[in-house]
T-cell receptor, first 114, second 108 residues
Framework: GAGVSQSPRYKVAKRGQDVALRCDPI?????LFWYQQALGQGPEFLTY????????KSGLPSDRFFAERPEGSVSTLKIQRTQQEDSAVYLC????????????FGSGTQLSVL | QKEVEQDPGPLSVPEGAIVSLNCTYS??????FMWYRQYSRKGPELLMY????GNKEDGRFTAQVDKSSKYISLFIRDSQPSDSATYLC????????FGAGTRLTVKP
């Protein structure tokens, strides 16, 4: 596809459930980012991959959050034992290798934890 | 204090008005300055990208960066209803930080 694709678009989870969010970046983009966007706020950095290497995971809020990109293309963000405070839009972005500042975002996955 | 401060608005203007959006920041190491536009239920899309200080113009949009004042602006001339969106400033020193976004409505 032409853009960054994320699935599912909406996810409702019961507190304590595990969820997996998928991101298909733009073909050939080396860098991939995950962001969390709360209602009325800007995106907050979660983690960054260059190819399959996770170079920065300093934004992951707890060890319940895990991300992977095993073959350097598709990425999955997994949240274990979801909590209500995890409710947010999770955005994926990809970028040509340089500069990383020009990010191309997907439409996000809106996660609601009940 | 947040690294990037942005007035969340909302801002409502009539069609054809000049819109001024701005952000302030505290980290003098920021070198890259961006404006993203985000429509409802969509991801942000890059609108303007500037390295260091100065002005950049692209059609109806002008971005200004004043590093001495730690202040960036986005001007929209001849605003259109299709410009109604949330505008996010972003800046980077290798790590990107976003403002909270200003919600803009342009009324026909």
């Amino acid at each position: 596809g032409a853009g960054v694709s994320q699935s599912p678009r909406y996810k409702v989870a019961k507190r304590g459930q595990d969820v997996a969010l998928r991101c298909d970046p733009i073909s050939g983009h080396v860098s991939l980012f995950w962001y969390q966007q709360a209602l009325g706020q800007g995106p907050e950095f979660l983690t960054y991959f260059q190819n399959e290497a996770q170079l920065d995971k300093s934004g992951l809020p707890s060890d319940r959050f895990f991300a992977e990109r095993p073959e350097g293309s598709v990425s999955t963000l997994k949240i274990q034992r979801t909590q209500q405070e995890d409710s947010a839009v999770y955005l994926c972005a990809s970028s040509p290798q340089s500069p990383n500042e020009k990010l191309f975002f997907g439409s996000g996955t809106q996660l609601s934890v009940l | 204090q947040k690294e990037v401060e942005q007035d969340p608005g909302p801002l409502s203007v009539p069609e054809g008005a000049i819109v001024s959006l701005n952000c302030t920041y505290s980290n003098s190491a920021f070198q890259y300055f961006m404006w993203y536009r985000q429509y409802s239920r969509k991801g942000p899309e890059l609108l303007m990208y500037t390295y260091s200080s100065g002005n950049k113009e692209d059609g109806r949009f002008t971005a200004q960066v004043d590093k001495s004042s730690k202040y960036i602006s986005l001007f929209i001339r001849d605003s259109q209803p299709s410009d109604s969106a949330t505008y996010l400033c972003a800046m980077s020193d290798g790590d990107m930080r976003f403002g909270a976004g200003t919600r803009l409505t342009v009324k026909p």
